[in-house]
């Protein structure tokens, strides 16, 4: 079996090559996949692009097919008005030959959730009747060539975590930002809306697709046991990078550990680890948890942990539950923020994707001590309360505290939004006068 990866050198093509690399590197796919590169001519960038994906597939021991093609004149004599129609259509006819060239051969592209989603507006702005949600299945038989689509699965903000998990070199195209393009104005001007909603675009394509991509791989007789054995690299990847899997972290109880049997008190703790495929307590660890609830015990306080390790976290008030983490879970890691148009930000923390419109004064930032919200009011008869004491009464983990995304008030110093809803489904907190957010 050959896969044939089209690689364009953008974060989701790359995150694919280097996907298939390792699955042949570890002898899951036998045949070194090949990677299929066309310089389209469009950008004065596409030369650059096509060396950096030539250099980073030496890299990874991928053979390169590339071609250098001018598509604008392509699209003259083809009399097709939409250069990026006529950049597909030139990318799939050189596919197909390749195709055609290699025996037992599939095409793999990098198409993802958030691609589905603007590939079925743009259907139903054209017209398109309820077909227009069965495109962009996983698998699909097109003019002689098997095209796999295995990252479609996944959204566009799981890919980026994902590029910056594995630190992963790419190259931005700048004409993703052009207004020029159908898909750019529906991506950064209406999805983001749309997402602010609650739309989750992998699930828009599950409900669409799960059912009809089990039955092509049944009823398809010519699918090897590799093709379909393919079609798990969302499920590897949601393994390597250990997060879509595992939430990262656990809740117990306090009332749990309240009695003074230490032997039952390690084995409910052993288990939680367990829980978060982590190995149980050593004498260190143990002893060290041990002597703080003596110590409280001792007082006659009620008991509150706190441990740091290499692997672990653990964490408790004296109040709340006894939070227990992975030194690698999502939610330890500080949010990230990007600027859209028309004052949009996109925040991603916890595995999730937010997109909020701020006012010109007002900017994203972390929690610091001291940081205060208001409670009532504006002007001189406005009142403000530390944001520590909220998150206090909310049971917010200490160590959540400094990565849950905030939105601040540039004149004021004031908080305006707490972004409650990236934490336990929780709802995002208004603390500005005028209620204008979120958008």
Excluded at 416 to 424: H, K, R
Aim: one cysteine or more.
């Amino acid at each position: 079996m050959r896969y044939i990866l089209a690689v364009s050198g953008g974060r989701d093509s790359m995150l694919l090559a280097h996907c298939f690399a390792q699955l042949h590197a570890i002898g899951n796919i036998d045949a070194t996949p090949v990677v299929y590169h066309l310089d389209h001519g469009l950008r004065v960038e596409s030369e650059a692009d096509a060396d950096f994906v030539c250099h980073e597939c030496r890299l990874l021991n991928l053979p390169v097919y590339l071609s250098r093609l001018n598509v604008r004149r392509f699209a003259e004599r083809a009399r097709i008005k939409s250069l990026e129609a006529a950049g597909r259509s030139v990318r799939y006819r050189q596919l197909r030959r390749l195709s055609q060239n290699q025996a037992n051969s599939v095409v793999v592209t990098a198409h993802h959730a958030d691609d589905y989603l603007e590939s079925v507006l743009i259907h139903l702005i054209r017209g398109g009747g309820p077909d227009a949600f069965g495109t962009l299945p996983v698998w699909r038989e097109l003019e002689g060539m098997v095209l796999l689509r295995p990252l479609v699965k996944f959204a566009r903000s799981e890919i980026d975590r994902l590029v910056a998990h594995y630190d992963i070199a790419y190259r931005e195209d700048a004409s993703n930002q052009s207004t020029q393009f159908l898909r750019n104005r529906l991506r950064h001007k209406v999805l983001p809306h749309l997402y602010q909603e609650g739309l989750d675009p992998v699930r828009v394509w599950r409900n669409f697709h799960n059912q009809y991509d089990s039955i092509f791989l049944e009823d398809n007789s010519t699918l090897s046991t590799e093709r379909k054995a393919a079609s798990s690299v969302p499920s590897r990847l949601e393994e390597a990078a250990g997060e879509d899997v595992n939430v990262g972290y656990l809740a117990l109880d306090r009332r749990l550990l309240a009695g003074n049997l230490i032997g039952e008190w390690k084995t409910l703790l052993d288990f939680a680890l367990r829980r978060l495929s982590l190995p149980p307590m050593d004498e260190k660890m143990f002893a060290d948890l041990r002597a703080q609830r003596n110590r409280h015990a001792e007082r006659g306080s009620r008991f509150r942990l706190i441990y740091t390790g290499n692997r672990v976290v653990i964490w408790s008030d004296t109040r709340g539950p006894i939070w227990i983490m992975r030194a690698d879970a999502a939610a330890l890691r500080v949010f990230k923020s990007r600027s859209l148009a028309d004052n949009a930000v996109e925040i991603v923390y916890n595995g999730l994707r937010r997109v909020y419109t701020l006012k010109s004064h007002w900017r994203v930032t972390p929690y610091e001590p001291g940081l205060r919200y208001v409670v009532r009011g504006s002007g001189p008869e406005m009142q403000t309360r530390k944001l520590k004491k909220l998150y206090q009464e909310r049971g917010i983990p200490r160590m959540i505290r400094t990565c849950l995304p905030l939105i601040q008030d540039r004149r004021t110093g004031m908080i305006v939004c707490i972004c409650f809803s990236f934490w336990e489904n929780g709802t995002d907190r208004i603390c500005d006068p005028d209620d204008a957010i979120p958008a």
